[in-house]
């Protein structure tokens, strides 16, 4: 009995770490509302969460959230359009979702990707990365997430004619291990 007891106190006990986990998917993400500020297009084929002013993901920072997610049934800020320059950079595929978002300018700025599935001889795969860099103020940005047999992630500055430049990123570490989800 008492085993049985330890157990339900472990497991109720649990669900208490992943709360936030379940909010970053629940919740979408959050535009400052002051401040200086960056655009963001997000294209993907899976799901792209945004931590702003963290330098690492933790679902518990205020905004973090769901950017867009190709999959139904999520909190979302798909479809979105603040009038950024057209890209020169094509990417087509019937899945993808886009959106255009404000994100804080001159702080730290985490992206998480997410993405699983599975392919017709019954193996799955899944995907999951982060990254983190500092947006400039006023400036544009396109950032591409895509599960395509391999995790891509490419994320560039776009003038004000649609031209790429490369933006340099780093790996993104979680701020705690409950934000593993």
Do not use: H
């Not at 959050?30 to 931590?51: F, H, K, L, Q, W």
């Not at 959106?99 to 599935?117: D, H, I, R």
Request: charged share 15%; glycine share 8%.
């Amino acid at each position: 009995m008492r085993t049985l007891l330890v157990a339900a106190i472990g497991l109720t006990l649990s669900g208490c770490g992943n709360l936030a986990n379940v909010r970053s998917y629940s919740t979408p993400y959050a535009e400052p509302t002051s401040g200086d500020t960056a655009r963001m297009r997000v294209i993907t084929n899976g799901m792209a969460r945004g931590v702003p002013a963290r330098d690492c993901v933790d679902w518990n920072s205020p905004g973090a959230g769901v950017m867009a997610v190709a999959q139904s049934g999520f909190a979302s800020r798909n479809g979105q359009n603040l009038g950024m320059p057209v890209s020169q950079t094509r990417v087509q595929a019937a899945d993808l979702v886009r959106t255009e978002l404000k994100v804080p300018a001159n702080q730290p700025f985490t992206v998480n990707f997410q993405s699983q599935g599975s392919v017709s001889n019954g193996y799955s795969y899944s995907c999951q990365q982060s990254l983190r860099f500092t947006p400039q103020a006023g400036k544009d940005y396109e950032l591409i997430m895509l599960e395509s047999g391999q995790c891509l992630m490419s994320l560039q500055r776009l003038d004000t004619t649609g031209n790429p430049s490369p933006v340099a990123v780093e790996p993104a570490r979680l701020c705690n291990a409950s934000d593993a989800l």
